[in-house]
C-alpha cells in the first residue's frame, strides 16, 4: 500500500489518496491529527506534500489528560499508566509515519521552511513550524545521534528514520518567495 497524505485534488498513480475533506481525489477520508487507520507496518510508501506543517498539537487546556494523548501513548507503550507530555504535532505525525512504514519504506515530506520566506507563515491554516535541523530528533542517520539518542525519550519519539536526502526549493508565490523543505526519510525498524 502507498500513501498520498493530504491529497486534496492531486492523484498520483499507484497511490491511494488520503485527505480530511472528501473530494475527487480522495479514496480514504482520515484525520491525521488522531491516530491513524493503518496497522503497524503495512504500508511500503508515502507522500506528504503540504500536509504535515496542517497537523496541529493536542488542543486540549486542562491538566489532565486527554483521550486522544492517552489513546496514541496507550497504542505506542502499552506498559505506560500514563503519557508523560501530550503529543506534539510534528512528533505525533512522525511517529505515526514510522509505525506505519515497513521497515525501509519511505516517506517523502514538503513543508514550508519556517526559517525562510512566507511559506509557513502566509497560510493561516498552518500549525505546526518545520525547519531542516527539526528532522535530527527522528533518527541516527539524519545527525540525530546526539538529538535523538538522547532525547527521544523524554520527548514522547518512538519515530526513527535514516535521511535519504534533503533539499530545499523556491517558489515564487503571488507577492513573496516561499521556500520548502522536501525531505526523503527511510523508516528503521
Not at 162 to 189: F, G, P
Amino acid at each position: 500500500m502507498k500513501l498520498n497524505l493530504g491529497c486534496a485534488d492531486r492523484r498520483i498513480d499507484g497511490f491511494i489518496g488520503v485527505d480530511i475533506a472528501p473530494g475527487l481525489e480522495v479514496d480514504e477520508i482520515v484525520d491525521l491529527e488522531g491516530p491513524w487507520p493503518w496497522p503497524d507496518s503495512s504500508v511500503l510508501e508515502v507522500r506528504a506534500h503540504d500536509v504535515a506543517e496542517h497537523i496541529g498539537d493536542c488542543s486540549h487546556v486542562q491538566n489532565w489528560v486527554c483521550k486522544k494523548c492517552i489513546a496514541l501513548r496507550f497504542r505506542l507503550e502499552p506498559t505506560m499508566v500514563l503519557p508523560l507530555r501530550h503529543d506534539l504535532g510534528r512528533i505525533h505525525f512522525l511517529n505515526e509515519l514510522c509505525r506505519v512504514l515497513v521497515p525501509g519504506g519511505l516517506a517523502t515530506i514538503e513543508v514550508p521552511d519556517a526559517l525562510q520566506g512566507a511559506g509557513f507563515i502566509q497560510d493561516p491554516t498552518h500549525k505546526t513550524a518545520w525547519t531542516r535541523n527539526m528532522f535530527q530528533y527522528f533518527g541516527a542517520g539524519i545527525g540525530g545521534e546526539f538529538a535523538h539518542g538522547r532525547l527521544s525519550i523524554g520527548y514522547g519519539i518512538t519515530a526513527k528514520f535514516n535521511l535519504v536526502s534533503m533539499e530545499r526549493r523556491e517558489y515564487q508565490d503571488t507577492y513573496d518567495k516561499v521556500w520548502k523543505i522536501m525531505a526523503t526519510l527511510e523508516a528503521v525498524k
